[in-house]
């Protein structure tokens, strides 16, 4: 009912700036569009500023028909992003509070865990940790068995994120999955983002306060991640890294950087 509302206040503002545009006044014809921007809304949840900025008074009964049926498409993905979003936000102001961290709801907030982000058995999840993604980006989350998720860990996965077993993220890890463009080059949209996916494979470790950046698309298999650093390359199977930016400093294995 309030989008109907907004619908009907607005189309007749944009109604008149419509046919202004053509260079007429005449009622008539506002009184045209004005119908036809409803007929738009109800038949392809079109809104006004959009039927506005894409001048669809004027076009063929083939070209608006194949353009609403897109925007319509596009408007039923967004509304659905839009409620998830709203849910998983109730979800984390619920389940992340610290009472949960009480022996008899700690196993209710890690099977509620368990089952928004698909994860397997025997997770152990903390207080204040949010997964969540940004910008209506479609990206999906997958958590492998035995994983720990420590106390105000921050998992944006926007761009996809896969978490293998056996992996820990301790205290205080953010990881980041999507970027804005305009971070590397000013010049860029504003409104543009790019998502890029993570696999974190089996039996890493993420140390404390470390951030992962979108940069960084894989974690090797045992890897480990030193405590503050900031990963912006990919880390291989193994690799001990650390540091601001992250570098390899050994491998599991003994070898050093300069001779593997």
Known sequence: ????????????????????????????????????????????????????????????????????KKILEEGRLRDAWQR?????????????????????????????????????????????????????????????KNVLLAKHVMIDYSGGVIIGDNVQITKGV??????????????????LFEALPLVIEEGAVVGVNAVILPSCHRIGKHARVGAGAVVTRNVPDYAVVMGVPAEIKRYQEGRNYAGR
Request: glycine fraction near 6%; hydrophobic fraction near 35%.
């Open 174 to 191: 953010t990881i980041e999955t999507h970027r804005h463009i305009f971070h590397s080059d000013w010049r860029q949209d504003r409104s």
């Open 84 to 144: 998830d979003f709203r849910r998983n936000r109730k979800f984390i102001a619920k389940y992340s509070q610290k009472k949960y961290e009480v022996g008899r709801l700690r196993d209710v907030r890690r099977r509620a865990y368990t089952s928004r982000y698909n994860a397997g058995e025997n997770l152990l999840v903390e207080y204040d940790v949010e997964i969540s993604r940004q910008h209506y980006l479609s990206g999906c989350i997958s958590i492998g």
């Open 1 to 68: 009912m309030r989008r109907l509302l907004q619908v009907v206040k607005y189309g007749r503002i944009h109604a008149a700036e419509y046919a202004r545009s053509m260079g007429s006044t005449s009622v008539w014809l506002m009184s045209r569009i004005y119908a036809d921007i409803l007929y738009c809304y109800f038949r392809y949840k079109i809104w006004t500023n959009q039927y506005l900025a894409l001048r669809l008074f004027g076009m063929t009964k083939q070209e608006r028909a194949t353009l609403g």
